[in-house]
């Protein structure tokens, strides 16, 4: 028996007026704070797409790890009613995946050199991608609690997250061989 393959089309037409659909089935602008705010989330894991591409063989599974988690984290912030439980099963943010970057945090810091001062965002390619996620995974952060009534493990996860790409950073240049500008 051959299997049944679904095809998804690009386009629907259904924002052509500028509206979207949550999750839920409620109609909003697509100027709308939660849409504004799970947009956030993509934009961030396209930079942490982008920042794979340089990385080394240890950072790019964590990194493969952490964007799955992102759409996990997003349809959770498309979907206001929070029925998507039910459907939609593996779009859940646990403790348990707190720390797991918590883990990898101490992690790679392990294998650091302490950190004493301010360090100018930059360095290699990865390292580079790596701050300017950061920055937007900081700005997301900013989102979600200005959209209020967010579940508290979405905003302690992208909080935890960006202490981890700040960290990847780091690793991401030390492991190249570029040394870090101090302010």
């Known amino acids: 028996m051959k299997p049944i393959i679904v095809t998804v089309k690009i386009y629907t037409r259904t924002g052509d007026a500028g509206e979207t659909g ?3 089935g409620t109609r909003v602008s697509k100027a709308d704070s939660r849409v504004a705010t799970y947009g956030e989330v993509d934009e961030l894991n396209a930079w942490l797409g982008l920042s794979r591409v340089a990385l080394d063989a240890r950072l790019a599974p964590m990194i493969d790890r952490i964007q799955r988690d992102l759409f996990a984290l997003g349809a959770r912030l498309a979907d206001p009613s929070r029925k998507i439980a039910d459907r939609v099963t593996k779009a859940a943010i646990s403790p348990e995946d707190i720390a797991r970057l918590e883990g990898w945090i101490d992690q ?11 360090i100018l965002p930059g360095g290699s390619q990865a390292g580079a991608a790596l701050h300017v996620a950061r920055t937007v995974c900081r700005r997301a952060e900013r989102a979600m609690v200005a959209l209020g009534q967010v579940d ?32």
């Open 22 to 24: 949550l999750f839920d």
């Open 152 to 183: 508290p493990d979405l905003i302690v996860y992208v909080n935890r997250l960006s202490d981890l790409l700040f960290v990847m950073a780091r690793a991401a240049n030390h492991a190249g061989g570029t040394p870090e500008v101090e302010w």
């Open 108 to 118: 790679l810091e392990a294998d650091l050199p302490p950190l004493r001062r301010f």
